[in-house]
Structure formats: structure tokens, C-alpha cells
């Protein structure tokens, strides 16, 4: 396994803690600090999302 594959699936596996911490936290606590904490995590969930995009062009062959 090269080492940008492990790279993907630990990003991926943030966004998907981040967001389920995110519905986790909107279903459980309904104050303002809750709803506060739920977009934080999905703001960094988003930005995680938008990092995994750049990844693609690594580990190519670079072009010609």
C-alpha cells in the first residue's frame, strides 16, 4: 500500500466522524453551545472534503 492510500482513507475516515460527531450532538444536545459545536464540525468536515479533492493529482505520473 503506498502511503498516499493510507492517506486517503484516514481523511476519509475524519470526515466521516466529523460528521456523524456533528448529527450526533444536533440530536442529543439543543442548546446554543450544542448547535455551536455541531457547524464547527461540519465546517471542519467541509474543509476536510475540500482537502481530499486536491489529493487526486497525487501519486500520478506528473504530465507531459
Request: hydrophobic share 60%.
Amino acid at each position: 500500500m503506498k502511503l498516499i492510500t493510507a492517506h486517503r482513507i484516514l481523511i476519509g475516515a475524519g470526515i466521516a466522524f466529523f460528521v456523524f460527531y456533528a448529527a450526533i450532538v444536533l440530536v442529543r444536545d439543543h442548546t446554543p453551545a450544542g448547535l455551536a459545536q455541531a457547524v464547527v464540525a461540519l465546517a471542519v468536515a467541509v474543509g476536510l472534503i475540500l482537502y481530499y479533492r486536491t489529493l487526486k493529482r497525487w501519486g500520478s505520473p506528473p504530465p507531459s
